[in-house]
């Protein structure tokens, strides 16, 4: 999207928001000429703090492509906040109802009329002790398969260290750093003409997790660990924990 149709919504948002984060956030951007200048695509994100869509937006916009997020559903219905994402064109995500399948054939619509969609592929706030990406969720995949349009990794890290995941204060000083580094496009094209069974989408997001992730390596000079870390193991792990230790103190109080 040239930078001539960002749009009212787009451009007061940056009004607001740019000169706060200018002030916080010291700015390392690399990797711009890897998004397209035309045509629509995907962004695909890391995710590490709760004010790090407001700095990749700010990147995301200084490229002249502004980026359609997917949000929660809530956040189109709280007034200036509402009009805002409404006006931006934000698409919002109905989880668990019957309009869940909106935001994926919204993102479509968006690809398909030349725009740029960003997903945070993971989902939420990375639950990785150390803030490396998580597993992904399939959509990112699914849109990317079904428009065959590029998909961009893109890592970041700084907007962590300012507000680390799940903190409620920020940590001003020293001020901190925003990095990016935009990767070249994924090569989804061994998936292409196959049909979109669960496997194959979960494969075509491990390709996507593994190009952010090395991004991210890059910025940070060092390994992620080989194995990313996944909330839902930890989940079924933790049950399984949690059954044994009730079991033993049943099988204890039975021994009394």
Same mark, same amino acid.
């Given at each position: 999207?040239?930078?001539?149709?960002?749009?009212?919504?787009?451009?007061?948002?940056?009004?607001?928001?740019?000169?706060?984060?200018? %002030?916080?956030?010291?700015?390392?951007?690399?990797?711009?000429?890897?998004?397209?200048?035309?045509?629509?695509?995907?962004?695909?994100?890391?995710?590490?703090?709760?004010?790090?869509?407001?700095?990749?937006?700010?990147?995301?916009?200084?490229?002249?492509?502004?980026?359609?997020?997917?949000?929660?559903?809530?956040?189109?219905?709280?007034?200036?906040?509402?009009?805002?994402?409404?006006?931006?064109?934000?698409?919002?995500?109905?989880?668990?109802?019957?309009?869940?399948?909106?935001?994926?054939?919204?993102?479509?619509?968006?690809?398909?009329?030349?725009?740029?969609?960003?997903?945070?592929?993971?989902?939420?706030?990375?639950?990785?002790?150390?803030?490396?990406?998580?597993?992904?969720?399939?959509?990112?995949?699914?849109?990317?398969?079904?428009?065959?349009?590029? %998909?961009?990794?893109?890592?970041?890290?700084?907007?962590?260290?300012?507000?680390?995941?799940?903190?409620?204060?920020?940590?001003?000083?020293?001020?901190?750093?925003?990095?990016?580094?935009?990767?070249?496009?994924?090569?989804?094209?061994?998936?292409?003409?196959?049909?979109?069974?669960?496997?194959?989408?979960?494969?075509?997001?491990?390709?996507?997790?593994?190009?952010?992730?090395?991004?991210?390596?890059?910025?940070?000079?060092?390994?992620?660990?080989?194995?990313?870390?996944?909330?839902?193991?930890?989940?079924?792990?933790?049950?399984?924990?949690?059954?044994?230790?009730?079991?033993?103190?049943?099988?204890?109080?039975?021994?009394?």
């Amino acid at each position: 999207m040239p930078r001539r149709r960002i749009g009212f919504w787009y451009r007061f948002a940056a009004v607001l928001c740019k000169p706060p984060l200018v %002030v916080l956030l010291k700015r390392d951007w690399r990797g711009m000429e890897n998004i397209p200048a035309e045509g629509g695509f995907i962004t695909v994100v890391n995710h590490n703090s709760h004010v790090d869509p407001f700095a990749y937006a700010h990147f995301q916009y200084n490229t002249g492509r502004v980026p359609r997020f997917l949000a929660k559903s809530g956040l189109f219905k709280k007034g200036f906040v509402g009009a805002a994402m409404r006006g931006t064109g934000q698409i919002p995500v109905y989880r668990e109802s019957t309009d869940a399948l909106s935001a994926f054939r919204a993102a479509i619509d968006a690809v398909e009329r030349g725009e740029c969609v960003a997903f945070y592929p993971e989902g939420t706030l990375t639950r990785d002790p150390n803030g490396w990406p998580m597993t992904g969720k399939t959509g990112a995949a699914r849109v990317a398969l079904q428009t065959r349009c590029p %998909v961009i990794p893109v890592a970041q890290w700084g907007a962590n260290e300012l507000l680390p995941p799940y903190a409620k204060k920020p940590d001003l000083f020293p001020r901190k750093t925003h990095h990016v580094l935009v990767g070249p496009p994924v090569d989804l094209t061994r998936f292409y003409g196959k049909e979109m069974s669960p496997d194959l989408l979960k494969e075509a997001t491990e390709v996507i997790m593994a190009a952010i992730t090395r991004q991210l390596e890059e910025i940070r000079g060092e390994k992620a660990p080989e194995k990313p870390y996944d909330p839902r193991e930890v989940r079924i792990e933790q049950r399984r924990r949690a059954a044994a230790q009730q079991t033993a103190r049943e099988k204890e109080g039975q021994g009394q």
